[in-house]
Nanobody
Framework: QVQLVESGGGLVQAGGSLRLSCAVS????????MAWFRQAPGKEREFVAA????????LHTDSVKGRFTISIDNANNTVYLQMNSLKPEDTAVYYC??????????????????WGQGTQVTVSS
């Protein structure tokens, strides 16, 4: 099993920044790929970014490219999402996710076996 605990959410004004953290514990070999998803009220949970532990390859959804950056500290088993130039439409609950194997496109929820409880990000205009 893998346990994921997110932190770092909060209320920020448009144009501001936040850094989300996801602490990973348990069987870390089951978290070869780490990702962030988000879910706004009344909407489906959507992919934000993913990163491979082994080679550091990253993937960001188009709407956050140039503003958000996913990174990983393997020594401390922590995944980060640096969010800059935040917009009101970034308001959502942000979830950390992990998977041991790429069983499909990394942008899809079904690929990920483990999820955190989520952290709220609210961007005011």
């Amino acid at each position: 099993q893998v346990q994921l605990v997110e932190s770092g959410g909060g209320l920020v004004q448009a144009g501001g920044s936040l850094r989300l953290s996801c602490a990973v514990s348990g069987r870390t070999f089951s978290s070869r790929v780490m990702a962030w998803f988000r879910q706004a009220p009344g909407k489906e949970r959507e992919f934000v970014a993913a990163i491979s532990r082994s080679d550091g390859n990253k993937l960001h959804t188009d709407s956050v490219k140039g503003r958000f950056t996913i990174s990983i500290d393997n020594a401390n088993n922590t995944v980060y999402l640096q969010m800059n130039s935040l917009k009101p439409e970034d308001t959502a609950v942000y979830y950390c996710a992990a998977t041991a194997a790429r069983t499909g496109p990394l942008t899809t929820r079904r690929v990920y076996n483990f999820w955190g409880q989520g952290t709220q990000v609210t961007v005011s205009s």
